[in-house]
């Protein structure tokens, strides 16, 4: 008889654990579902199938007749069993999707499993619960990661003690205490009102982690809550703009030598935006560059400024540059949920400077040395110059000059010079050259030229 009711019982407890191996959706262990609580303090988890997984809400699966049954692995354990819902002082309750730990234990640590069935269906998914242990002379724990608050600037902001409604009933006003930084300060411009922390005005030196401890009694316990946030102190909604374009702007010179290592800056203020992303992206002839290609390396630098504003900026790079790359659109884009901003970096081929230096040389040097090679010849050849120009194009100074002759000539009277003046000397002067001789016979009259 005995032996018989305890056999039922094995049956009883191993039944759900010998079902799981039928089939039934097993949806994992979902880690990102990574639940939190302090040692000693109440904790709870909810079923995350009604939320992710399938369509109905507990209530309508629960009046379909389907039930929810709890199964945990220990750390360090290899098997799974069934949460134990019947501990003294009912420290671990089940109600409707939720498991509540009253308190949570260090052992508690765990993956947990909900499963929802009936004889034909069954759906189950795994998540970690970790218990964890406050650091010393520390209100909190560096393994807990606080929720991120952005308040903006200047503004007046309340800050709620999160994920605390439920815990006690509401009717009962828990006492709370505030830290910043785990330090119990006074507050200078926050009230600390009940579960609100009102801050009157936000500065951004008020930036850093709070914590609030909210303690209750409930049947005759008292409860520590222990919450945090990470307030970050961002922009006001007035500042919130589309970016603006730093580089590349008109005054920017972009020539490069063929060879040369091209490289381009796009350097991009964000304001803070609520919400957004800042994008930053080259386009090549207005294709996106997603990633780097064989010839392109895109280097990405993000600058956080205060109050949550960035400075981006996207180098791009092309080491020995070809003379057709340089000819192609490089364009850099910038975007948040406000707007979009584009400048294209107007790339030119810079000419060489050893050649255009030589060549500005040679040309120089050859007109100098033109000039001298002139200069010579006319100091060396000037006459024969003279001659033959006047040979050529006939008049000369001698006829505009306003004298009556060019040349006196003046000879001793006998015969022969008189024959070598008039004949020779005057023949090839004045017929050949163009020359007026002054012969004194035959030209000086009583007043005429003296
Ligand atoms: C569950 O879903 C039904 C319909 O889908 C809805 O009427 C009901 O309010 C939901 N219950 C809860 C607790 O959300
Ligand atoms: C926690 O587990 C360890 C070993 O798993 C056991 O020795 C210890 O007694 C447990 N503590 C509690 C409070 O149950
Ligand atoms: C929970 O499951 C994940 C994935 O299987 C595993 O990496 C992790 O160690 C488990 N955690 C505990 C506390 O057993
Ligand atoms: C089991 O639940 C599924 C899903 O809600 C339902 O379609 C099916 O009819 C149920 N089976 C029985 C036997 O109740
Ligand atoms: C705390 O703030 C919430 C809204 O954030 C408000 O509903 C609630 O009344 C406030 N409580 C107190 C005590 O000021
Ligand atoms: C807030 O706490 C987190 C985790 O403990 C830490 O990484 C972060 O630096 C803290 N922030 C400030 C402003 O102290
Ligand atoms: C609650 O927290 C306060 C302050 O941190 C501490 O002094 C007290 O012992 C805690 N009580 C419980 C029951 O953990
Ligand atoms: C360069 O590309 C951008 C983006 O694709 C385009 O808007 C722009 O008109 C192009 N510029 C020229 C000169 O083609």
Redesign the pocket.
């Known amino acids: 008889m005995k032996l018989g009711f305890l056999l039922c019982c094995l049956c009883v407890f191993t039944a759900p654990t010998c079902s799981t191996s039928e089939r039934c959706d097993d949806w994992g262990v979902d880690t990102m579902k990574l639940i939190q609580a302090y040692e000693?303090?109440p904790a709870r988890i909810r079923c995350p199938l009604f939320q992710d997984f399938l369509k109905h809400n507990y209530s309508t699966a629960h009046s379909a007749g389907l039930t929810l049954m709890w199964y945990w692995t220990g750390q360090g354990k290899d098997l799974e069993e069934p949460v134990n819902i019947r501990l003294p002082n009912n420290r671990i309750i089940k109600d409707k999707d939720t498991l509540w730990f009253r308190p949570a234990i260090i052992n508690d640590t765990g993956n947990y499993t909900c499963m929802l069935r009936n004889t034909t269906f069954c759906s189950r998914v795994a998540f970690p619960l970790e218990v964890v242990r406050k650091d010393a002379d520390s209100?909190v724990s560096q393994a807990v990661k606080p929720e991120v608050v952005e308040l903006p600037l200047e503004h007046t902001e309340r800050l709620p003690c999160p994920d605390t409604d439920g815990f006690f009933p509401v009717n009962v006003t828990p006492s709370v205490?505030w830290y910043k930084d785990c330090i119990s300060e006074n507050f200078y411009e926050r009230l600390p009102q009940g579960l609100n922390l009102t801050f009157i005005v936000v500065r951004s030196n008020y930036q850093g982690n709070y914590t609030c401890?909210v303690?209750y009694e409930d049947s005759g316990k008292?409860?520590?809550l222990t919450r945090t946030s990470e307030v970050k102190v961002v922009g006001p909604p007035e500042d919130e703009k589309p970016p603006s374009m730093t580089t590349p702007n008109a005054k920017t010179l972009y020539e490069f030598a063929a060879g040369e290592e091209m490289l381009l800056s796009c350097e991009v203020f964000c304001p803070f935006v609520r919400n957004s992303r800042n994008d930053v992206w080259w386009t090549v002839d207005g294709k996106k560059l997603e990633e780097n290609t064989e010839r392109i390396i895109i280097t990405e630098s993000v600058n956080e400024q205060l109050g949550g504003a960035k400075t981006i900026k996207v180098s791009l790079s092309i080491k020995q540059v070809t003379v057709e790359e340089l000819k192609r659109n490089y364009t850099c884009a910038a975007r948040n949920s406000l707007g979009e901003v584009s400048r294209q970096a107007p790339v030119k081929e810079k000419v060489g400077t050893p050649r255009y230096i030589t060549e500005l040389a040679c040309g120089l040097g050859a007109t100098l040395f033109l000039v001298v090679c002139l200069i010579i010849v006319y100091h060396v050849y000037w006459l024969e110059m003279v001659l033959f120009y006047r040979a050529h194009f006939g008049t000369d100074e001698t006829i505009g000059d306003g004298k009556e002759y060019d040349v006196y000539v003046s000879y001793a009277r006998n015969a022969e010079e008189e024959e070598f003046v008039l004949v020779t000397l005057r023949g090839v002067l004045e017929n050949e050259f163009g020359y007026k001789l002054c012969i004194f016979d035959r030209d000086s009259l009583p007043g005429g030229s003296k």
Do not use: D, K, P, V
Request: with cysteine; proline share 0%; net charge negative.
């Open positions: 000693g303090e209100c205490t401890i303690t008292i409860y520590n």
